[in-house]
């Protein structure tokens, strides 16, 4: 799938599945300090494009 082909904003289970990691892994990405995500209550989003930003540069900061 393609970036485009995900909705503007992502879930948790979004998360997980582009990752390939179990859920409570995808929930304890989103309390990283650099992930990119919006907190409403206890609702999570995770807005697309900043998500896949944020993945390009995690994997150039691995190199």
Do not use: H
Request: proline share 6%.
């Amino acid at each position: 799938m393609e970036k485009k082909d995900f909705p503007l904003s992502l879930t948790v289970k979004d998360v997980a599945k582009i990752l390939g990691v179990c859920m409570p892994k995808a929930y304890d990405i989103t309390r990283r300090i650099d992930f990119p995500v919006i907190r409403d209550g206890r609702k999570l989003m995770i807005p697309r494009d900043r998500f896949f930003q944020w993945m390009d540069e995690s994997a150039n900061q691995s190199k």
